[in-house]
T-cell receptor, first 115, second 112 residues
Framework: NAGVMQNPRHLVRRRGQEARLRCSPM?????VYWYRQLPEEGLKFMVY????????ESGMPKERFSAEFPKEGPSILRIQQVVRGDSAAYFC?????????????FGEGSRLTVL | GENVEQHPSTLSVQEGDSAVIKCTYS??????FPWYKQELGKRPQLIID?????GEKKDQRIAVTLNKTAKHFSLHITETQPEDSAVYFC???????????FGSGTQLTVLP
């Protein structure tokens, strides 16, 4: 059973470009969470999605950031017009369901560097 | 919203000694408290968790205690080994959701 898969693992973008980060949850998991980790800081919740639904996006910046989890395919975190402050590690996590008592399983992260 | 504070930010111990990391939370409705270990450049990995209906949980050299009245919980690592060196994060969540609010992390260094 493969774990949470994230790609790309490393992404370099110039200011103003777009970044797309992908996350495939663990098999059987239908809940996806995105967290951002700035250098030498803790993880900050960004958004919680289920298939085709955004459940909680309270941690997502109001502009330039969007997330989706389509019926088919991975969840995507999209950052438009990136700025240097977007440089961070973006971790995706999945769980079996909100009603379950299972843990969150994290992917290896996507490290975005904005030049 | 929930606020989780974690102390200390750095901790150095001699191999074989114990390490204790403490966290406080603000939302009395929080009921799930996991601890994650993150090695440099790696993903956070769950090492132990505790729910609000339990005061203490132990797994080999690792234990977590929870004081709901004081709203704080602690991680205890006994007989530390160099491979325990990592950043440790506490977290809290409430209800049926799994959005976690993380502490700021503790860099644990076990000196050989």
């Amino acid at each position: 059973n493969a774990g949470v898969m994230q790609n790309p693992r490393h992404l370099v973008r110039r200011r103003g470009q777009e970044a797309r980060l992908r996350c495939s949850p663990m098999k059987g998991h239908s809940h996806v969470y995105w967290y951002r980790q700035l250098p030498e800081e803790g993880l900050k919740f960004m958004v919680y999605l289920q298939k085709e639904n955004i459940i909680d996006e309270s941690g997502m910046p109001k502009e330039r950031f969007s997330a989706e989890f389509p019926k088919e395919g991975p969840s995507i975190l999209r950052i438009q017009q990136v700025v240097r402050g977007d440089s961070a590690a973006y971790f995706c996590a999945s769980s079996a369901g909100a009603a379950k008592t299972g843990e969150l399983f994290f992917g290896e992260g996507s490290r975005l560097t904005v030049l | 919203g929930e606020n989780v504070e974690q102390h200390p930010s750095t901790l150095s111990v001699q191999e074989g000694d114990s390490a204790v990391i403490k966290c406080t939370y603000s939302d009395s409705a929080s009921n799930y408290f996991p601890w994650y270990k993150q090695e440099l450049g790696k993903r956070p990995q769950l090492i132990i968790d505790i729910r609000s209906n339990v005061g203490e949980k132990k797994d080999q050299r690792i234990a977590v205690t929870l004081n709901k009245t004081a709203k704080h919980f602690s991680l205890h690592i006994t007989e530390t080994q160099p491979e325990d060196s990592a950043v440790y994060f506490c977290a809290a969540s409430k209800g049926s959701a799994r959005q976690l609010t993380f502490g700021s992390g503790t860099q644990l260094t076990v000196l050989p």
